[in-house]
Nanobody
Framework: VQLQASGGGLVQAGGSLRLSCVASGRTFNNYVMGWFRQAPGKEREFVAVISRNSYSTYYRDSVKGRFTISRDNAKNTVYLQMNSLKPEDTAVYYC???????????????WGQGTLVTVSS
């Protein structure tokens, strides 16, 4: 499956952005979808994950209550709505597709190219 992420940009602290990731090539609803991020000089980290049918979602603690992951299987798209953004949210955000509902990046076999989110203070 091929993944194309978009929606990043520059935003002031407290602002919002919505990331999108469009999948192609294989049946989208066969995959668990996740969002990860990597800040400069840091390792890639889990942000959020959503199950195939949207029944289950999980978030890293630092984004709970601010970020919402969702998917539209009819549009082969997963979203990450990010509200109340903080400078520490600055990173390249990646979408990923996998077969297991997990927070481990190594379990995801397909990755998008990343989209940069910059939050200014």
């Amino acid at each position: 499956v091929q993944l194309q992420a978009s929606g990043g940009g520059l935003v002031q602290a407290g602002g919002s952005l919505r990331l999108s990731c469009v999948a192609s090539g294989r049946t989208f609803n066969n995959y668990v979808m996740g969002w990860f991020r990597q800040a400069p000089g840091k390792e890639r980290e889990f942000v959020a994950v959503i199950s195939r049918n949207s029944y289950s979602t999980y978030y890293r603690d630092s984004v709970k209550g601010r970020f919402t992951i969702s998917r539209d299987n009819a549009k082969n798209t997963v979203y990450l709505q990010m509200n109340s953004l903080k400078p520490e949210d600055t990173a390249v955000y990646y979408c990923a597709a996998g077969l297991s509902l997990t927070t481990s990046a190594t379990s995801y076999g397909y990755w998008g190219q990343g989209t940069l989110v910059t939050v200014s203070s």
